[in-house]
């Protein structure tokens, strides 16, 4: 199947799994993408950075509605793919045909993501890389992915592409902003690929951005929350440290890399790039609240 846009894809896949969605948070790139029809969100001079992966994130357990969620995935036309040799091993549903139609493009994907809870590792001293969340479909376990299960926001599409008219509106929940910013600033210390780090960084940007109204309510409510759990006060010292040191000035390397990222993407689409002193700015007023 091909798909005119990615929004098109990911307007196919909330379609697809309508009837677990008050369970189910969009995350990732594509819930950037609907930050922009919150009613809370500012109009951007530039545009939201593409993906072609939907990201839904899930309880470790997931009760079963009538049909189970991978049927559903593969009557829309999605395939399974398996990748690793975890047990189980790491699910996908993918297009087989790419953007386009094209060799050599990206893949559209859906993969479900649930939290990684406890210690790093069992006895056996394996960490829990997988889990099967639902009768035949396995998630990927990410450590701070809980974070954006708290508070989740929701936003009502009427007409998005990808979306059947005749289901009539549909509500996706979507991470709070706040906590969003400070899961990204979480994993980039995990990430080893420099471009997964640095699109991470203009993800966190561009949401501080769509948001700068409200940052330091946001960050005050993300500080206040996090500071009474135990565990979560470690994770809430972490992400101000790793953010001082990444947007510590214009010229700071998560700053060049979120630039970088960002003009790349944006300038060969004839689109707005965001300086370097905006980008520091922006996640700043995030970050002093914080």
Known sequence: ???????????????????????????????????????????????????????????????????????????????????????????????????????????YSLEFLTPLTGPPADRAGRTPVTADVQTGLTAQRLRYLDLLLVAPWEVTLTAFPGLDAQHGPLTVRIPHPGYFMVQKLLITGERTHADRRAKDLAYVYQVASLFRRELPALAAEVRTAMGGVAGWRAWLARARRQGEVLFASPNASGVTAAHRILTAELAGQGAEVPEPTMIHAGVRLFLNGL
């Open 1 to 107: 199947m091909l798909y005119s846009s990615p929004e098109a894809f990911l307007g196919h896949v909330l379609d697809t799994v309508r009837p677990y969605l008050d369970r189910l948070v969009l995350i990732g790139g594509f819930a950037v993408r609907l930050y922009e029809h919150h009613p809370r969100a500012m109009p951007m001079a530039t545009q939201i950075l593409r993906t072609f992966d939907a990201d839904l994130a899930t309880p470790l357990h997931l009760p079963i509605r009538g049909c189970p969620l991978s049927e559903l995935a593969e009557a829309a036309g999605l395939q399974r793919e398996y990748r690793g040799d975890h047990t189980p091993p790491v699910m996908k549903f993918v297009v087989a045909a790419p953007p386009g139609g094209s060799e050599g493009e990206e893949t």
